[in-house]
């Protein structure tokens, strides 16, 4: 094959990339200009992979032997049936991710409610985006996580960055920040901190606080743009009446940010002519994540910044198709085109599409955490099926998410390497990677791409979309329900998504192929897409962005005697999620190789560590062990670790599953954990 221009298979950057067969390079696109992080430059690597599946696997005797497709097929969608038969529809569940391109997430949902009936569908993105999700759809009416080009950003004289590192996570994305003073909300000193004009490091689980407070500075200076609060939103009265109680003083007792620093925060948004609040997952990944991102919109809003031209609230989508992955149906809650699954117009114009009765389309099912928490318990699934996710490295507690996999009648994962996950089902099925196959995605700024096939896959593997179909098929399930060519099941998915939120209905293969710019929504062939949304007027009925009134609520483990510190966890330039493909490229192991902890010196001088050395780090759900990185910008409160690592260095054998009460998210971001030294 010629070289392909296709875009990187990690985050949700998507930067444009050329494949000439495995060989990657870096092409002119505009979210990355020619630039790509280590880890897009060294991903052809993946397509090479030593350890790669080239055919299904099925547990017999306690180890995964090779069998032939019919025979894992045959074999699963029996044990299916009789699940189904002796439990009903919802003793099976459906486990999706971030990553599947739309048709794989848009297939996922319709396997889940038609060819199995079952309610139990959730994936990954509720760990990673839904608290931003749930606040964007409650203040503007839509969620798209970046209503506006990325471009835009380089028009910006301010951007505050709360809970987001993106010099680490998406290096290519700071480029479009150069012109601006940077003000970075978190509590490491980060290398996006490191860039910033103001860096606020507020004590972990306090940013909600710290947003009121800013917001009190920008309102009791006189910095409030009254007139677009009037006329385009409601709701400020009641988010003020709690913002008033915190002065900033107040705010410095619980942050640690000093009163000062808060109002010149406030001062450099008010007198910037253009400005931009972005968030990401340290703003999210909490109990209080809805509220507290909602606190960072009441702000951008305050300041009149959203729907503006040049300005706005945007959010960093993390996975590589975190925005169409919560689009077209695999998540609990959701039908295709953003639509709810319990408003009737909704199911019945989805169910038209897929050629069944509205009344068979199953309700709301559980969300991630509490799902995964209820496998093979009394009412639980009996079965799950995983399709892009290794949820034994990247769940919240973990090792309780491991042991409720062990009791599960079958487990089913489709997967291109054997994933700590995949290592412990009773079926694998070998699928397609990236740029073995066609498929779309949608960016960080709500753009749809095509992610084009560059080289055939090995023999002896499928696409996920003719997994679906094999199974489907042997559910009973018309062939023609269930096309296995991606361009197919676009077209259906832009049938179905017609009249939603994200309406895709003109966007084709063709006009993706053609190189157009396409922003959803695109309700027609001879529509342009809309590249800046809430320009005239924001998604709710009456065209109004909505303040939320939020408070400080703080972590839901604090620290006590015997976990007196608290950890947070997050990612490495080297390394993506799980680490199950970053973890496979040489360049990338040669710099991280494993897990590791920073810790201030002066907190592992009182554990009796030194640099170097291997630590436990225990919380109240487990232990977890590290090597120290003693780092002397880190709070001598906190340590961090990165969750990309499996075994016994998993972060996520210590996080807390306590959920935020709106997005259903884990909170990953901080729990209370003790620190010492690892047995020799
Ligand atoms: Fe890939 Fe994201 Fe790196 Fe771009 S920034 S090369 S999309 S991992």
């Given amino acids: 094959m010629p070289h392909v221009d296709t875009h990187c298979p990690y985050c949700a950057l998507q930067c444009g990339m050329r494949l000439d067969g495995t060989s990657v390079g870096p092409r002119e696109f505009p979210v990355n200009a020619g630039g790509l992080c280590q880890k897009g430059w060294t991903s052809g690597a993946l397509l090479r992979a030593g350890d790669r599946l080239s055919t299904p696997l099925v547990r017999r005797g306690g180890q995964l032997r090779p069998a032939s497709w019919d025979e894992a097929l045959d074999l699963v969608a029996d044990r299916l049936a009789g699940l189904r038969r002796d439990h009903g ?39 990673c985006m839904s608290s931003a999700a749930a606040a964007g759809l409650r203040a503007f009416g839509v969620d798209r996580g970046m209503p506006f080009p990325v471009t835009d950003l380089a028009g910006a004289d301010v951007v505050l960055l709360a809970g987001a590192n993106p010099a680490e996570t998406m290096p290519p994305f700071m480029q479009h920040l150069r012109g601006a003073d940077l003000i970075v909300v978190d509590p490491r000193r980060t290398p996006t901190a490191e860039q910033a004009s103001l860096h606020l490091a507020p004590a972990p689980g306090t940013d909600l606080a710290l947003a009121l407070g800013i917001l009190h500075a920008v309102v009791a ?46 001062e450099l948004l008010a007198q910037a002519g253009n400005a931009y609040v972005l968030t990401a997952r340290g703003t999210e990944q909490h109990t209080t994540g809805t509220a507290t991102v909602g606190a960072w919109i009441n702000l951008a809003l ?9 300005s706005g609230y945007g959010c960093l989508t993390g ?88 009791t599960l009648d079958l487990l089913v994962v489709a997967d291109f390497v054997l994933s700590e996950t995949a290592a412990l089902a009773d079926v694998v099925f070998p699928v397609t990677q990236w740029a073995e196959e066609d498929g779309t995605l949608t960016n960080l700024e709500g753009r749809i791409l095509l992610r084009r096939k560059a080289l055939d896959p090995p023999p002896g593997v499928r696409t996920d979309l003719a997994l679906l179909c094999g199974l489907a098929t042997r559910l009973g399930q018309p062939a023609e329900r269930f096309p296995t060519v991606a361009e197919t099941v676009f077209d259906e998915l832009r049938a179905a ?46 065209g109004r962005a909505r303040f939320v009134a939020v408070d400080h609520g703080g972590p839901a483990e604090p620290p006590d005697a015997e976990f007196p510190l608290q950890a947070t966890t997050g990612r490495v330039l080297q390394h993506y999620q799980s680490g199950a493909q970053t973890r496979r490229i040489a360049e990338l192991t040669a710099v991280v190789p494993e897990a590791f902890v920073e810790v201030h010196p002066d907190t592992a001088a009182r554990s009796g560590l030194a640099d170097g050395e291997r630590a436990v780090v225990r919380s109240r759900r487990g232990e977890t062990f590290a090597k120290v990185r003693c780092v002397a910008s880190m709070r001598p409160d906190l340590v961090f670790l990165p969750f990309h690592f499996p075994g016994s260095a998993r972060a996520n054998l210590l996080t807390n599953p306590a959920l935020d009460p709106v997005s259903r998210m884990p909170e990953f971001k901080v729990c209370a954990v003790s620190l010492s030294k690892a047995d020799a």
């Fill in 497 to 542: 998504s017609k009249g939603g939120a994200a309406d895709y209905s003109g966007v084709s293969y063709a006009r993706l192929r053609s190189g157009e710019a396409l922003h959803w929504p695109v309700p027609a062939e001879d529509h342009a897409g809309t590249p800046r949304m809430f320009l005239d007027r924001f998604a709710h009925p009456d």
């Fill in 319 to 406: 996975q590589g198709n975190g925005q169409g992955g919560r689009e077209h149906g695999q998540k609990a809650d959701q039908l295709p085109g953003y639509r709810r699954i319990d408003d009737p117009a909704a199911r019945e114009h989805v169910a038209r599409v897929w050629g069944v009765p509205p009344e068979s389309l199953p309700g709301p099912g559980r969300s991630a955490t509490e799902l995964l928490d209820a496998l093979g318990q009394d009412e639980g699934p009996k079965a799950l099926l995983v399709f892009g996710s290794n949820v034994v490295v990247s769940a919240p507690r973990s090792q309780r998410v491991q042991d409720r996999l062990s």
């Fill in 89 to 127: 529809a919802d003793a099976v569940a459906v486990f999706g991710g971030g990553g599947l391109t739309n048709e794989k997430a848009y297939q996922l949902g319709k396997f889940a409610r038609v060819a199995l009936g079952t309610s139990n569908i959730d994936y990954n993105g509720r760990f």
């Fill in 302 to 310: 305050a300041l009149g910044l959203p729907g503006r031209a040049g």
């Fill in 221 to 266: 200076e006189g910095q409030l743009e009254k007139s677009f609060v009037d006329l385009r939103t409601g709701g400020f009265d009641e988010a003020w009446r709690i913002a008033a109680t915190w002065w900033p003083e107040r705010v410095e007792r619980v942050t640690g940010v000093a009163a000062a620093d808060q109002r010149r925060a406030a």
